[in-house]
């Protein structure tokens, strides 16, 4: 009996100890295939995603302003829902395609570079704003809503709790002089 319990702990623990290595392997990108040049076919797993593709494009954007954020950078080439492509994505995997598939292979970073340096001076997302300058300044060239610019503050957005406080304030002050005057009135 003492065996089997032995076994069973044995098993259960080897059982839990693959559920985590499976966990460990998940990525939160898609699988996106690949059709090559020469006609072959290749899955970028999400993996590959994470560990090596979105990693290089960081490093060889010149003023990348995401790196404190690490969870932004993932929507680089994916869409808010992280199943597919965004139109930058989409440019970019049509750059890579340009390749063969024994290029990417022998360099895979060489193909990256040239699909980055080919996607650079395209409006992916037609904002007005190319790729490049877009990465740059850390907007998605993917998503039309996002752009150089479009998270700064304007005035109001910056000052409304004070200028709220500011109104209430001098409203207090006007109604107490109003009724004031009013109590003022009826002792005369």
């Known amino acids: 009996m003492r065996k089997l319990l032995i076994a069973l702990l044995i098993s259960l623990v080897l059982i839990a100890?693959?559920?985590?290595v499976r966990a460990a392997e998940e990525s939160?990108?898609?699988t996106i295939t690949v059709i090559f040049s020469d006609g072959k076919v290749y899955d970028i797993t999400g993996k590959m995603w994470g560990s090596t593709i979105i990693p290089y494009i960081e490093g060889r954007i010149e003023d990348y302003k995401w790196q404190e954020d690490g969870d932004r950078a993932k929507y680089i080439f994916f869409d808010k829902s992280l199943k597919g492509l965004n139109p930058y994505g989409i440019d970019f995997i049509t750059a890579v395609e340009k390749a063969t598939y024994d290029e990417f292979q022998n360099n895979?970073?060489?193909v990256l570079s040239m699909a980055l340096n080919s996607t650079n001076n395209m409006d992916s997302d037609g904002d007005g704003y190319i790729n490049i300058v877009e990465l740059n300044n850390?907007?998605?060239p993917g998503d039309p809503n996002s752009y150089p610019g479009s998270?700064?503050?304007g005035f109001w957005e910056e000052n409304e709790g004070y200028i709220i406080l500011g109104v209430l304030i001098a409203s207090?002050?006007?109604?107490y002089f109003v009724f004031n005057k009013e109590s003022e009135k009826e002792r005369v």
């Not at 100890?17 to 985590?20: A, K, N, P, R």
């Open 17 to 20: 100890s693959l559920g985590v």
């Open 108 to 110: 895979v970073f060489a």
């Open 151 to 153: 998270s700064e503050k």
């Open 28 to 30: 939160p990108y898609p």
């Open 172 to 175: 207090i002050f006007v109604l």
């Open 138 to 140: 850390g907007t998605y």
